[in-house]
């Protein structure tokens, strides 16, 4: 089956799909570093409209996932940082309320469905554990609905 330009085995076939096919590399992720500030996170999720970004630390690994709803939970508990003072704020003084776990590169893309289930992205890190790029949710869907759709076509 075709997706894009990419071919790649279906179910049904011995072989399995690697999440490689799907991975969105890092160049090509917006994410922020443990010692950005709140304010650094918030307009940067404003301009790209994103509710969710994946943290990296200085050594390259995956730190968690910083969502919107971190950043109002952090402000509402803490009323004297006001919006005025988020630049003094740093992401990893901010509690991250979803524990998103990330795969690793030879992951199948059945491993990730039901972790898409709950999130925007998988985060993906390579066999060191070196944050490599993501997998988004719509590619998940895409995925699960052609492979969907191809067994409808075989079965009839």
Not at 114 to 119: P, S, V
Not at 124 to 134: A, P, Q, T
């Amino acid at each position: 089956m075709v997706i894009g330009t990419i071919d790649y085995p279906m179910e049904g076939t011995d072989a399995k799909v690697n999440i490689a096919f799907f991975l969105v590399p890092k160049e090509e992720v917006i994410y922020l570093s443990p010692k950005s500030t709140i304010r650094q996170a918030l307009e940067r999720m404003e301009y790209h409209r994103y509710s969710a970004v994946p943290l990296i630390d200085d050594e390259g690994r995956y730190s968690g996932t910083i969502t919107e709803g971190d950043l109002l939970w952090k402000l509402k508990r803490s009323p004297e940082i006001g919006f005025e003072h988020t630049h003094k704020v740093l992401l990893q003084d901010v509690p991250q309320h979803m524990n998103i776990k990330p795969v690793r590169i030879d992951a199948q893309m059945e491993d990730l469905i039901t972790l898409a289930i709950n999130q925007n992205f998988v985060p993906v890190v390579d066999d060191n554990g070196i944050f490599i790029g993501i997998i988004r949710r719509r590619e998940i869907i895409d995925y699960c609905f052609k492979l969907w759709m191809n067994k409808d076509k075989t079965a009839q």
